[in-house]
């Protein structure tokens, strides 16, 4: 019967839940795996634009094990995703029109666990595409983007805002997103106009969170969170179901441990071995580690990494070269020609 061949999946529930942020360009798959690996609820994608999402064919890699969604103009990968993560994965979404963005996400619905859409990002080019925080500023139609997506999708749908200092008006807009039938929404503690280093408005999420029905995402706490008890104090203090974390995964993903933080060059060999295991691009992957290392490019070692320009050249400075170029002899001998940019 077919219904016994395609795999069936629970629906996602992100109530009390530890979650990996959408981060542009550090959100791609290894490092999605990684916060898995360290006991990450549900991972987010970085956010990807519809438009270009649409112009993307969906190809099966049988030798990664991966599910490629390729950019039919260029060759380049827009999502890759592994059913490894299949039931984590959240795919954000920028988007300002519900047609495209119910079209994309048909797309890609029986390959993520929900879909989101962004609508806190302040940046330029969201705002002047009628996207990201454009949104807030149109509840009507950010709800009617939900709405259709509600209705015309199996997978649960979530959206991530921002706050207004008002917060009777903050409420307001997310009553009026959640009666689409969003099944989660996720609040960054600041105003579209405020900057990270601004402080998080816990008490406005706190005031959110008791007044809504479905699970609210509490985020935007990274800067007091120096380890795994700070999330829960982040809970705690939000009074959220669950918390979504960006930069403090950004710079140490174990943060996800409940064990402890791990050493920042463990985990950047964790991640590495996911870079090769996935070929991921060595630009990406040398961006996920710059920000890891942060200050410490300064040293010896972070000198040598900024003039890395492979996988493989990466690979060598944490001891991962032999582990690198066997990866790639064996993808070679199952007939890979992806980007491997080392001589098996
Ligand atoms: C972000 N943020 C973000 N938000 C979003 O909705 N979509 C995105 O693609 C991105 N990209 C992104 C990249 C990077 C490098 C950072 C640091 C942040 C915002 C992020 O999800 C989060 O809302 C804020 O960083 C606040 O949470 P933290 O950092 O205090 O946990």
């Given amino acids: 019967m077919t219904g016994d061949i395609l795999e069936r999946h629970e629906r996602l529930s992100y109530a009390d839940k530890i979650i990996m942020a959408p981060m542009v360009r550090i959100g791609t798959l290894p490092m999605r795996l990684l ?21 993307s064919t969906r190809k099966v890699n049988d030798v990664l094990k991966t599910i490629d969604y390729i950019d039919k103009t260029d060759g380049t990968i827009i999502f890759r995703t592994s059913p490894l993560e299949r039931s984590k994965v959240v795919l954000q979404l920028g988007t300002s029109d519900a ?61 991530k805002v921002r706050v207004f200092e008002d917060v009777e008006k903050s409420i307001e807009l997310c009553k009026k997103l959640a009666a689409t039938g969003i099944s989660a929404i996720a609040v960054h503690g600041r105003t579209p106009d405020e900057r990270p280093q601004h402080r998080n408005r816990n008490e406005t999420l706190k005031t959110i969170c008791a007044s809504m029905d479905i699970p609210v995402i509490a985020n935007g706490g990274s800067k007091e969170i120096e380890k795994y008890k700070d999330i829960l104090q982040f809970k705690k203090d939000t009074g959220c ?38 070929d991921n691009s060595p630009s990406n992957t040398k961006y996920c580690i710059q920000n890891i290392l942060r200050e410490l490019q300064e040293t010896p070692l972070g000198k040598r990494f900024l003039d890395t320009q492979t996988l493989e050249q990466i690979c060598e400075l944490w001891d991962m070269g032999d582990y690198c170029r066997a990866k790639a002899k064996e993808f070679s001998s199952l007939g890979y020609t992806g980007r491997f940019d080392v001589v098996p």
């Fill in 35 to 55: 916060a898995l690996e360290y006991g990450a609820d549900i991972v987010y994608t970085e956010e990807l634009i519809d438009w270009k999402l649409l112009r």
């Fill in 241 to 278: 179901s669950s918390v979504m974390i960006a930069r403090a995964a950004e710079w140490n993903c174990s943060i996800f441990r409940s064990a402890g933080l791990l050493p920042i060059d463990e985990v950047i060999k964790s991640y590495l071995k996911l870079a090769c295991d996935y």
């Fill in 99 to 159: 047609k495209r963005a119910l079209t994309v996400a048909k797309l890609v619905e029986n390959d993520v666990a929900g879909i989101d859409i962004n609508m806190g990002c302040p940046k330029k080019f969201s705002i002047l595409g009628g996207m990201g925080a454009a949104l807030l500023k149109q509840p009507e139609k950010a709800a009617g983007i939900l709405k259709t997506l509600v209705d015309g999708l199996s997978i649960p749908v979530t959206c």
